[in-house]
């Protein structure tokens, strides 16, 4: 299986938009809905016309608990969704699996639809998860709020947005939003059983492991590669820590 990532090219965007509008512009509205308000594909297929036409913001329940949230509707999506329920029932399903049944698409129709496209572009990391990681990547490099998409998408930590995004966490903006609740809690789960210590000697034990195997005649690039990735990625992560006051 892929792992599917967001669309981070504003080119490659459009491209695979006008491929999802040859195919259908059920599946391109679809689409739009999905990039530009954050919403679910399952949540997407439950519309009626009169459930989206006209709003500036809709709610949806996301999660096994059944969280409410509230997905704002920019105003080019709007008209985009305006003109095409122009003249449709409003008690029709907003995105239909074929013209002559009243059914939704189902979600399945949706992924080949998707993969169909992203196939035809070469693009492999294309699933049902698409729109929405391209609208949370897309809103984080134009705010870098990482919390507010923490809560609109019902993650559990930042740690797990940065993630869903395909993003390094910034461990400045972490340090810096703390509350003085997190702060001490950190202090209370680093001290209990020891926790904080055995973290450390954890991460050294590794870095220790690497530095014995460095000289190792039987590694490929592949593992320096990963090597290179890890300290990189530790070395912004120190940086960071040390900057922040």
Not at 41 to 57: A, M, P, T, V, Y
Not at 128 to 138: G, L, N, V, Y
Not at 180 to 190: A, G, I, Q, V
């Amino acid at each position: 299986m892929n792992w599917v990532a967001p669309i981070k090219d504003d080119e490659t965007l459009e491209k695979f938009k006008a491929k999802l509008r040859e195919m259908d512009d059920k599946y391109y509205i679809m689409f739009e809905i999905g990039v530009g308000t954050g919403l679910q594909l399952q949540e997407i297929l439950k519309f009626k016309n009169k459930d989206i036409r006209g709003k500036d913001s809709i709610e949806a329940c996301i999660g096994t608990k059944n969280i409410r949230r509230t997905f704002q509707i920019p105003p080019e999506l709007k008209e985009i969704i305006t003109r095409y329920t122009e003249g449709k029932d409003p008690e029709a399903y907003l995105i239909l699996g074929h013209a002559s049944s009243p059914a939704p698409l189902s979600r399945e129709q949706a992924y080949r639809a998707f993969k169909s496209a992203g196939k035809s572009m070469g693009l492999t990391s294309i699933g049902a998860q698409t729109m929405r990681k391209t609208f949370a990547w897309r809103y984080y490099k134009s705010t870098g709020d990482i919390y507010y998409l923490q809560n609109l998408l019902n993650h559990a930590s930042p740690s797990i947005t940065y993630r869903y995004i395909g993003e390094k966490p910034n461990v400045e903006v972490y340090l810096k939003k703390m509350t003085p609740e997190e702060n001490e809690r950190s202090r209370y789960m680093l001290y209990k059983n020891g926790n904080g210590k055995k973290r450390i000697e954890a991460i050294q034990k590794t870095l220790s492991a690497i530095d014995a195997e460095m000289d190792n005649p039987l590694n490929n690039d592949a593992y320096y590669g990963r090597v290179d990735c890890l300290l990189t990625e530790m070395e912004d992560l120190v940086e960071n820590f040390n900057k922040t006051k």
